[in-house]
């Protein structure tokens, strides 16, 4: 059993940084490919992010490349995202997520086995 959880939300201002952490009890997550994904008030989650196990791949939605960075410490079990020059269409609730799957569509949110509660970040203007 896993259980994911983000930490690091909060409220900025457009053009500051934050970086959500995402840390597991149970399972190593260091064989897990692991996602990022979001979801503001009346849209459908979307995917963020994404790093295989091995951390030599890694993904970005086309919105967040150049500002985010995801990365992972698997001695430590868990999984970043480092945000910068947050803008506020990135408000939104993140959510951590972790496959055991290989070889398929980490940005598809069905490829994942676990997800996190979800962590609020709220970028005003």
């Known amino acids: 059993q896993v259980q994911l959880v983000e930490t690091g939300g909060g409220l900025v201002q457009a053009g500051d940084s934050l970086r959500l952490s995402c840390g597991s009890s149970?399972?190593?997550?260091?064989?897990?490919?692991m996602g990022w994904f979001r979801q503001a008030p009346g849209k459908e989650r979307e995917f963020v992010a994404a790093?295989?196990?091995?951390?030599?791949?890694?993904y970005l939605a086309d919105a967040v490349a150049g500002r985010f960075t995801i990365s992972r410490d698997n001695a430590k079990n868990t999984l970043y995202l480092q945000m910068n020059d947050l803008k506020p269409e990135d408000t939104a609730v993140y959510y951590c997520a972790a496959a055991w799957r290989i070889n398929s569509d980490y940005t598809n949110s069905g490829t994942y086995d676990y997800w996190g509660q979800g962590a609020q970040v709220t970028v005003s203007s």
């Open positions: 149970g399972r190593t997550l260091s064989r897990a490919a």
């Open positions: 790093i295989r196990w091995a951390s030599t791949t890694t």
